[in-house]
Each structure stands twice: as structure tokens, then as C-alpha cells.
């Protein structure tokens, strides 16, 4: 409580300071004269910018008649130029032979060999166009190639469309 009575004396005592200091000032003061206000530098030059505002738009006046004699959006007459010399035409191009189509990405991946009654029955393990194909002979390894032989390292597949046949060997 000590300390909450201390405060009390001190805010107290400031306002009373405080009244006691404004009251002790004059009561005499002087009035103040209106303001006067200068005119900015700026705009004393405002009169020279007016002048040139003046000066720089007589100067934009299309009065002047341009000097050029040339009518912009006519074409010029141009001279005829002489007569080419014809060349005689180039002999048709002979076809081209075809170059060689590249062989399908097929390989072959492995070859599966079961006993059978009439010897060896084997299935070839082809990998192409992302795909796994386990095909015999006689079956198609896709809608274009059907098997025709297989041996223990190769197969052999036929071309349905022109009747080629294609070789597929095991490499070590």
C-alpha cells in the first residue's frame, strides 16, 4: 500500500506543477501579423516557360511546305528489263531405287524345347513392339510374320505381305 500511496502523491504533485507553471506565464501576447508568402522560385519562371510553350509550338505549325517533290504513295515507273534467257528444261529425275527398309525391331529372346512324340517341340521367345510373344511354328508373331521354322539358335519368319523371310539368330 506503500507504494500505491507514492504514486498517488507523485502524479498529483506533476499536475499541480503544471498548473502552477501555466499560470505563472504573461497573459501579455503579441499578435501575430498575417503571414506573408513569397512566391516560389518556380513560379517566378513561369512566365519564361509560357515564352517557350509559345515559341516551340509556332515551330510545330504545318505551315512550312516540305522541301521533297516525290509522291510517297505512288510506285516508281520502273524501266523494262531486258529478256531472260530460257534455259531448256532439266531432264525428268529418274525414280530413285528405294533404299532398304529396316528390319523390324524383333529379337529373339530365348528358345523353350519340350520332348515331344515326334521329337523336340519347340517354342520361340520373341520380344518386339513392346511386347513378349511365345509362339510354335506355324503361328503368327504379329498380324504380318508367321513362324516357319525353328531351330535351337534361329528362327526363321515369313513376311505375309511380300513373302520374305526374316531371320532371328540368339546371340551369346
Known amino acids: 500500500m506503500n507504494l500505491k500511496r507514492a504514486a498517488t502523491i507523485v502524479v498529483v504533485g506533476g499536475a499541480f506543477a503544471a498548473w502552477l507553471a501555466a499560470a505563472a506565464t504573461s497573459g501579455n501576447r503579441e499578435i501575430a501579423s498575417p503571414l506573408v508568402l513569397e512566391t516560389p522560385p518556380v513560379d517566378a519562371h513561369g512566365a519564361k516557360l509560357a515564352a517557350e510553350v509559345a515559341r516551340l509550338h509556332e515551330r510545330l505549325r504545318p505551315d512550312a511546305v516540305p522541301e521533297h517533290t516525290r509522291n510517297l504513295f505512288a510506285f516508281a515507273v520502273q524501266k523494262p528489263r531486258p ?90
Open 83 to 172: 529478256a531472260a534467257v530460257v534455259a531448256p528444261p532439266a531432264p525428268a529425275p529418274t525414280e530413285a531405287p528405294r533404299p532398304p527398309i529396316a528390319p523390324p525391331p524383333l529379337k529373339l529372346v530365348g528358345v523353350a524345347e519340350d520332348a515331344g512324340r515326334n521329337g523336340p517341340e519347340r517354342t520361340a521367345i520373341i520380344s518386339g513392339f513392346g511386347q513378349l510373344f511365345l509362339v510354335k511354328e506355324g503361328e503368327n508373331v504379329t498380324s504380318r510374320y508367321r513362324v516357319s521354322k525353328i531351330s535351337a539358335d534361329v528362327v526363321e519368319l515369313a513376311d505375309a505381305g511380300d513373302g520374305t523371310t526374316l531371320r532371328l539368330a540368339l546371340k551369346p
